[in-house]
């Protein structure tokens, strides 16, 4: 054996009880487990739990892991795997021009990208990129993506709310589909984000059915978190079984004042489903506030034409009348129709360092917002604190839920589940509070997520698989990032291996860079073929795309 991780816990992903062995690792997989005898290296793993790495099912490191080859942010909570291309945007597929508006749209989530080589135009590339990043050697963690709907339909209609004609639609199937075949698990969409949320139901179905036909799934950020929030799960639920694909809903939870207390709602609505033969997962982080862009909040009619139209509205005095108008009083689609409290918006990250008083401040109401947009070109990210711990607390106990991080890693104060999510579950929400066993937190983390990706070799501790693994200690593993110092790294997780090499070593990161890009391929299985198909009842929110609560396009 290359390595042998000697008195372990074993916590191996299924949910199953735990028990004590040795394990023994030899290129790069898990090769026998103990009693064994000694190895090339040996590893005293008593008073550790040994488990799968975990999978983080939705993260915005697109970027990051191309500039970072450190990204400790992941690699220290025990992450070997993260999803990206989330929220229907993302840097693939693109032409010059949907390349632009990409980088100044999301510029809050991953930066401006001006330190990084735009040196490909396909999903395939994208990933061959993130495989020969510094200088070859690869990446910090392994990765999967998702084309990004928003990004496809800005590629072949620009960022205008009109349905797709029907050459732009079956351009929108090529895009997905080739994406799909150069190895992306699946497409997302942010249908509160522009282009993607000028959508119809009709459209994302029909994109559907191509990912249902390559054997990915769809993950939604619906079109409401708050007013009209079981709606707009019940569009995704009735589209996803319409089109015969799986679902796997993106940071689920029910925010605002009108859905405290709700989370049961929304988990009979899933329950019902499931039991109706739909395939449904779902991940969540484990806190209240949200975080995204301040430009997300405006209304969709705001944001049409892209980023330098949005610009151009800002400056106008009385376009920015109808845009506070829109917040404040109506309620915008882009704040999930709910009129905007600015005492519930915290600034955490601008790219221009001459705006940096502003982080860590509650906005004091529109005309800040405004002069934040203007004077950051639309980056500013921000908390929304507006969650309930309860929805939280209910909707992780659920079996189909999964472990998402969602982080956003821009930013001089960034969300604190950038960095502690993962141990965050395993110290807070299982030591502290009882809510999840050791053994069924795992299983969220690891087994369920690489079940989704159908991922054939990882995800479990079992002879034969990836040697993606992690050592903590129950008894102290905690999340160190906090609201007031959120880049603080967690403690109690001394040893990540990736491919059974060591990217964390006795708490420390080392050189290593074991990533690679995981992709969808035939012979791998992952993203086979989804169950559920067409039922009656399921057209209900087939037609123009709906209206959950916002005044929509005046």
Not at 229 to 255: D, I, K, P, S
Not at 465 to 490: I, Q
Request: charged share 20%; with cysteine; net charge neutral.
């Amino acid at each position: 054996m290359d390595l042998v991780i000697r008195g372990a816990r074993v916590v191996d992903g299924t949910g199953g009880p735990s028990y004590r062995a040795d394990v023994g690792v030899h290129e790069g997989r898990i090769a026998a487990i103990g009693p064994l005898p000694g190895g090339r290296r040996n590893l005293d793993a008593h008073g550790l739990v040994l488990a799968p790495g975990f999978i983080d099912m939705h993260a915005h490191s697109d970027l990051a892991l191309l500039r970072d080859p450190d990204h400790s942010a992941k690699a220290a909570q025990g992450v070997t795997l993260e999803v990206l291309g989330q929220d229907g945007l993302s840097y693939a597929p693109v032409d010059d021009r949907t390349l632009a508006g990409v980088r100044t749209a999301i510029a809050g989530w991953n930066g401006p990208g001006e330190d990084v080589d735009f040196d490909w135009r396909t999903v395939g590339g994208y990933l061959d990129r993130l495989d020969r990043a510094h200088g070859g050697q690869g990446v910090a963690v392994n990765a999967a993506y998702l084309v990004p709907q928003g990004t496809v339909r800005a590629y072949a209609l620009g960022w205008d709310d009109r349905p797709a004609t029907g050459a732009e639609l079956d351009r929108m199937r090529q895009l997905v589909a080739d994406g799909l075949a150069q190895g992306a698990v699946g497409m997302s969409s942010g249908l509160t984000y522009t282009p993607g949320m000028y959508a119809s139901g009709t459209e994302l179905t029909e994109l559907c059915r191509v990912v249902a036909r390559h054997g990915g799934y769809y993950c939604p950020h619906h079109r409401s978190y708050g007013r009209g929030a079981l709606a707009a799960y019940a569009e995704m639920v009735a589209l996803a079984r319409e089109a015969g694909c799986a679902l796997h809903l993106a940071h689920a939870t029910m925010n605002f004042g009108e859905n405290e207390g709700r989370a049961a709602e929304l988990l009979a609505l899933l329950d019902a489903a499931l039991v109706g033969g739909a395939d449904i997962t779902l991940d969540s982080y484990p806190y209240t506030p949200g975080c995204t862009t301040l430009v997300a909040l405006l209304p969709s009619w705001a944001n049409e034409g892209g980023p330098e139209a949005v610009l151009a509205r800002l400056r106008d005095d009385a376009e920015a009348e109808r845009i506070r108008r829109a917040l404040e009083v109506e309620g915008a689609d882009g704040c999930h129709g709910v009129p905007v409290d600015w005492s519930t918006i915290e600034v955490s990250g601008v790219t221009d360092p001459a705006l940096g008083a502003y982080v860590g401040t509650r906005l004091a109401g529109w005309e800040a917002a405004r002069r934040l947009l203007l004077g950051d070109r639309l980056a500013p990210t921000i908390l929304q604190h507006v969650g309930h711990e309860e929805n939280v607390r209910a909707i992780m106990r659920h079996p189909a839920h999964t472990g998402g991080s969602d982080g956003i890693l821009q930013g001089s104060k960034p969300h604190p589940r950038a960095y502690g999510t993962f141990p965050h579950y395993l110290g807070h929400y299982v030591r502290e509070l009882g809510l999840l066993s050791l053994e069924e937190c795992v299983a969220h983390l690891s087994g369920r997520p690489a079940a989704r990706l159908r991922l054939p070799d990882r995800g479990l501790v079992r002879l034969g698989h990836r040697a993606d693994l992690v050592l903590f200690d129950p008894d102290t593993v905690a999340a160190g990032s906090t609201y007031e110092r959120p880049r603080t790294l967690p403690t109690g997780i001394p040893h990540v291996l990736i491919d059974g090499r060591f990217v964390m070593r006795d708490g420390r990161r080392t050189d290593v860079l074991a990533g690679r890009s995981v992709r969808r391929t035939p012979s791998t299985g992952v993203g086979g073929p989804a169950p559920g198909g067409p039922a009656a009842g399921r057209r209900a929110f087939m037609g123009r795309r709906p209206d959950y609560g916002a005044r929509g396009k005046p």
